[in-house]
């Protein structure tokens, strides 16, 4: 239980320092990554090399992401994020699944219209 909890704190907070290489070790082979929405980045993200890519768009688009809490939850792990943009900063979930101590599926829960409203501030840039 808190061995998960442990894992997926770890691979937002090395997330947030850009410590890409580490985080992507928590990785399964496998992982599936579900982002909500209507932009280039929403989606079914499937294979930890699509899910990388993914994560280096989040950073191309100056997308944030800070560990704030997170709850074991029917063998997943509920997470809640802090996403910081420089549009404003937004709370939002992630129900993560681990499979062998990595992380093997991510549905984020959030706000869409957020997501899009980043996606058209960096067109305007």
């Not at 579900?34 to 990388?52: A, D, E, F």
Request: net charge negative; charged share 25%; aromatic share 6%.
């Amino acid at each position: 239980m808190d061995e998960g909890i442990e894992v997926v704190r770890n691979f937002i907070s090395e997330l947030q320092v850009g410590d890409v290489p580490t985080a992507a070790s928590r990785l399964h082979e496998d992982v599936i990554w579900h982002q909500p929405g209507r932009t280039k980045l929403s989606g079914t993200h499937s294979g930890k090399s699509v899910v990388l890519k993914l994560l280096a768009a989040f950073s191309a688009n100056h997308i944030g992401i800070e560990f704030q809490e997170a709850y074991w939850c029917d063998n997943e792990v509920l997470c809640r994020i802090l996403i910081r943009h420089r549009i404003g900063d937004r709370n939002e979930f992630q129900l993560i699944s681990l499979n062998e101590g990595k992380i093997s599926r991510i549905r984020h829960h959030g706000d869409t219209g957020y997501l899009s409203e980043i996606m058209r501030s960096q067109q305007a840039d």
